[in-house]
């Protein structure tokens, strides 16, 4: 089949654009609620010194799905679904489940195999990306450099509250 056989179906613009924006939404959406009421959760945790405000993850997370969105978009203009979109979901599906554990259950332990996992499936994710389209696995980077932070910092926080 030829680059060209393979792209994308008609739609690739504002539309598609706006579906993966909000497939992003709902996993933010979802850790919204997870979190709902979470500040004094996360306020009462020992948390080492170098531990961020909780005001600053909203506006953290708000650009990385936006640019997790954007980077899925771009691969599946040029090929579609297909495998490339494996790691993409189970990144997805992962980074949903991580809330839930860290602050629904206080799970911190849990949460860092989760995160661990997490780590893992957008590294796998950044691979099959930059097969297809170099600019969408560029855009995937603050995203893993911000969960790379995000798991020490889950790991800091499960070994003083343990």
Known sequence: MTALARRAPRGTGIVALAAFVAVCAAVAAGGALAAADSGATYAALQRPSWAPPSWLFGPVWTVLYASIAVSGWLVW???GFGNAFWPYGVQLALNAAWTPVFFAADAYGAAVAVIAALWLAI?????????????AALLLL???????????????IWW???
Do not use: K, M, Q, S
């Not at 796998?124 to 600019?135: C, E």
């Not at 603050?142 to 800091?156: I, K, S």
């Open 77 to 79: 203009r040029r090929i």
């Open 123 to 135: 590294g796998a994710n950044v691979h099959a990306f930059r097969r297809h389209d170099r600019g």
């Open 160 to 162: 003083l509250n343990r």
């Open 142 to 156: 603050p995203y893993w450099a911000w969960v790379t932070f995000a798991g020490a910092l889950n790991l800091a």
